[in-house]
């Protein structure tokens, strides 16, 4: 079936750069997104990529997909304290177009350092 | 533009009482609308979406039902809750490609 996977965990020093990697397996992706949670909110829309693209970047967020291994990355340039958070990666199967829904995977914690 | 809201942001409840959660999407019409629930801060499980009024797919088999009495409102409801329906109930919905979420509500039953 469809999965999402991500590391768990990152700390990084502030104005650092983080890196946050997500796995998925569902070749027919159309569509990926990253997420952000701060602790008891929703969910925020950070950014997405369409899946015939290699790179989105807008102001410090830059997204990666590598379509071959399946790999998507997210960015943050110049860390701040702001930026701790868990991130989730998403993806929306081609099959589930019409529907909408999206695969998550478990959220990366951020943890950005003075 | 669009907002969603989502109600109560807290509840407790006690084991076997009944549930009722609301959500409603201003600004849009006829939006694709979905109730998740994220247990202990990690990921999101996806319980039900709906792409119309009256049109409710259920994802997982559970204590809990969902309602879509009108184009804009999304209910999650259930008759007697168990301790393991405890979690953070987010609602979301979605134009097209893309999900925006609710704010959520903690849900603590005791």
């Given amino acids: 079936g469809e999965d999402v996977e991500q590391s768990l965990f990152l700390s990084v020093r502030e104005g650092d750069s983080s890196v946050i990697n997500c796995t998925y397996t569902d070749s027919s992706s159309t569509y990926l997104y990253w997420y952000k949670q701060e602790p008891g909110a929703g969910l925020q829309l950070l950014t997405y990529i369409f899946s015939n693209m290699d790179m989105k970047q807008d102001q410090r967020l830059t997204v990666l997909l590598n379509k071959k291994d399946k790999h998507l990355s997210l960015r943050i340039a110049d860390t701040q304290t702001g930026d701790s958070a868990i991130y989730f990666c998403a993806e929306q199967s081609g099959t589930s177009s019409n529907t909408g829904k999206l695969i998550f995977g478990q959220g990366t914690t951020l943890q950005v350092k003075p | 533009s669009q907002t969603i809201h989502q109600w109560p942001a807290t509840l407790v409840q006690p084991v076997g009482s009944p549930l009722s959660l609301e959500c409603t999407v201003e600004g849009t019409s006829n939006p694709n609308l979905y109730w998740y629930r994220q247990a202990a801060g990690r990921g999101l499980q996806l319980l039900f979406y709906s792409v119309g009024i009256g049109q409710i797919s259920s994802e997982v088999p559970q204590n809990l039902s ?21 979690g ?17 509500t903690r849900l603590s039953v005791l």
Avoid: E, N, T
């Avoid at chain 2, 969902?66 to 405890?86: C, E, N, T, V």
């Avoid at chain 2, 979301?92 to 490609?97: E, K, N, R, Y």
């Fill in chain 2, 88 to 104: 953070f109930y987010l609602c979301a919905w979605s134009p097209a490609d893309v999900q925006y979420f609710g704010a959520g």
């Fill in chain 2, 66 to 86: 969902a309602s879509r009495p009108q184009d804009r409102q999304f209910i999650l409801s259930s008759k007697k809750l168990l301790l393991s329906d405890s």
